[in-house]
């Protein structure tokens, strides 16, 4: 079932492109921070999504 709202994968698909474009900028710090953030984010969307399934 599809729930309305933030899929637990978009983060993870706007870290992707905001890391591209740092890595094209030579700013490889920016680039770990947006992927470290928005897995962060997904995984915690993930964990509200489905409570029951565990960590």
């Not at 978009?10 to 920016?30: F, K, M, R, W």
Request: a positive charge; aromatic letters at 4%.
């Amino acid at each position: 079932m599809k729930k309305n709202g933030m899929t637990a994968g978009l983060p993870l698909v706007i870290g992707s492109v905001i890391a591209a474009g740092s890595i094209a900028q030579e700013n490889y710090g920016g680039a770990l921070f947006a992927v470290v953030a928005c897995g962060a984010v997904s995984l915690v969307l993930r964990i509200r999504a489905n409570p029951s399934r565990g960590r």
